[in-house]
């Protein structure tokens, strides 16, 4: 665990970044280097340094000791800079083409230098602006299959994979996704935030148990089964998009847990545009099917070829899996499409609806399909019957 050290981590500003930037020698010496913080996340200082002579840029991102989005009376780990870091090499081996490369790091200072991905678009803004990125859910079935692949005891070893269990192990941020998405939404707590006119549907849903039990059900499988490495954040504000590429950024949350998490996050921000953007809902649609599709059959390819557990290597027990993923995944999609709705850290695709009741019918579906989706994981059983429960609520 990093420590604290007041004499070295200070928090950069918009020169003491470009200072650290020319200490590291990351830019040619006659370069003419401008420097803005655009962070827009809930954690982190993101500081994009251009040169303008030569038109490069990179990112400098820096942990905070606290998270951003409260303040400092919410003090969180600076270890997640190095957890983050980890990670993005870790998948950046895995699954280069959709990763942004590491430069540097420095874990006394929490800081990431990594590559500027800024001529691409945070995909959840592409979205609301129109903006469908077709190749997107093919890259996520992708990067899903070799990430979740490659990280288990499968793809990995059970040795070597024990290794990356220890390396990542992230309490801090586990413990806020245990709170925010698998705890705070079910009951009357302070972080919920939602608007007075969604009050009756709150109410009901604190007092769903059967919901609730469903809830602990979940919870209690990511708390225990550190099935692969998770990305733990990933939904579209983590993705940079455009109509050739996909990278996927902000792992800070990455720890050992059921692959069906990390799935299940990527399909419920998909779903979202299903639910606000009647123009393209079945381009999201097709989205879902896609990342599914092609993770089942890219993940079923890696399981046969380089499986390290000969005895493993059944179609069976190959099946197992696949079932066990795709019903956590369903869970995880209900959870996450409630939590953005009624939680902390809501989501633009809702919020920025103007209109008022076009944006309270939205949300209203979304509690419905969430709560659906986690009631009735075991018996939709296949993709064809999640999209006709997705498209009965929609
Ligand atoms: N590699 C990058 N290239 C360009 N912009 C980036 C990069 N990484 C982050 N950003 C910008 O900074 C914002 C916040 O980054 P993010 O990693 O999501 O921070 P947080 O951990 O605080 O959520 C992103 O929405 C994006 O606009
Ligand atoms: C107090 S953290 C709330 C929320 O923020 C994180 O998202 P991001 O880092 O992308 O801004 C994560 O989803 C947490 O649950």
């Not at 190095?82 to 540097?104: C, N, R, S």
């Not at 602990?216 to 940079?240: C, P, Q, Y």
Request: aromatic share 10%; with cysteine.
């Amino acid at each position: 665990m990093t420590v604290l050290n007041p004499l070295i981590y200070q928090p950069l500003n918009e020169k003491t970044a470009i200072k650290q930037a020319l200490d590291l020698k990351l830019f040619p010496e006659d370069a003419d280097l401008t420097c803005k913080e655009i962070g827009d996340g809930n954690l982190n200082l993101v500081f994009h340094i251009v040169d303008q002579k030569h038109n490069q840029g990179i990112i400098i991102k820096q942990a905070l000791p606290y998270a951003k989005v409260v303040g400092e009376s919410w003090p969180l780990t600076l270890h997640r800079a190095k957890i983050e870091a980890d990670a993005l090499k870790t998948f950046g081996q895995i699954a280069p083409d959709y990763v942004p490369k590491v430069y540097y790091t420095d874990d006394q200072l929490a800081i990431t230098v990594m590559e500027d991905l800024s001529h691409l678009s945070i995909a959840r803004k592409g979205f609301i602006q129109g903006e469908t990125f077709p190749l997107i859910s093919l890259h996520l079935g992708e990067y899903l299959a070799k990430t979740l692949f490659y990280t288990s005891d499968y793809g990995l070893g059970s040795g070597a994979k024990k290794e990356q269990v220890q390396k990542f192990m992230n309490p801090e941020l586990c413990k806020i996704t245990e709170d925010l998405i698998f705890t705070d939404p079910y009951f009357d707590a302070e972080t919920n935030e939602f608007e007075e006119d969604m009050r009756p549907a709150v109410e009901e849903l604190w007092k769903d148990e059967e919901l609730k039990f469903h809830v602990n059900v979940l919870k209690k499988i990511f708390l225990t089964d550190a099935e692969v490495l998770l990305h733990g954040d990933l939904h579209t504000g983590s993705m940079f998009a455009d109509n050739q590429q996909t990278k996927i950024i902000d792992p800070e949350f990455a720890f050992y847990g059921p692959a069906g998490f990390d799935i299940g996050q990527v399909f419920a921000n998909l779903l979202f545009q299903v639910i606000v953007n009647e123009k393209h809902r079945d381009v999201f649609i097709q989205h879902v099917e896609t990342v599914w599709n092609v993770f089942q059959v890219q993940f079923s390819q890696l399981w046969e070829k380089e499986n390290k557990e000969p005895l493993a290597n059944t179609t069976s027990f190959l099946h197992y899996h696949l079932a066990k993923y795709f019903e956590d995944a369903l869970g995880y999609t209900g959870c996450e499409l409630i939590r953005r709705t009624i939680g902390l850290a809501h989501v633009a695709d809702l919020d920025s609806i103007q209109d008022e009741q076009t944006r309270l019918a939205a949300k209203q579906k979304t509690l419905e399909l969430g709560k659906n989706l986690i009631k009735k994981r075991k018996e939709i059983r296949d993709l064809s019957e999640f999209i006709r429960t997705v498209k009965e609520i929609v």
